[in-house]
Structures are given as structure tokens and as C-alpha cells.
């Protein structure tokens, strides 16, 4: 349960350095519809994959980070709750 971090802005940065770009396009726009997210891509500098491809991350928005705990925030095992990357409070 662990493939990101806590972006300085305070939103989160999905690592999805694996996938393709239309993958990564396809997961942000569930993100963004389903969950009403705001998500976007960025683009890793100076990083490619074993293919040769320049690799995105998903970046989740500070001001979805309510949303996004209500949504997954049940699910998260109490093992990773010492990360404390979902239940960190930002004042806006």
C-alpha cells in the first residue's frame, strides 16, 4: 500500500513511473469523473523507463486531499498509519 508521497504543496504524488501515458491519462480521468478529483500529470525530468519513455506521475491536488481521505481512508491497514500521509490536515 505504498507507491507515492506527500507532494510540498501538500497534495499527493501517485508514483506511476510504469505505466504508459495513456494509462496514467485513463486512471486521471476516473480519478477526476468518478471521485470528482482534481488530478493532473507531470512530467518526471531527465527520467525514462527501461523503453526508452519519459515517465508521468499523477499529482492529486491539496484541495482534494479531504476528499481522497474520506474515500480511502477505510481501507488503509494500520500498519502504514505511522506514514501519516492521508490523515496529515492542511489549513487553507
Known sequence: MDDGSKAESGGLIL???GFDKSSIDLLCSVLSHKFRLKVTTH??????NKKGDTRYRIYIST??????????????????LYQRIFFIKKKF
Open 63 to 80: 484541495y482534494s486531499m479531504v476528499k481522497l481521505r474520506s474515500i480511502v481512508g477505510p481501507y488503509i491497514i494500520p500498519l502504514i
Open 15 to 17: 508514483s506511476t513511473d
Open 43 to 48: 512530467k518526471q525530468k531527465s527520467c525514462v
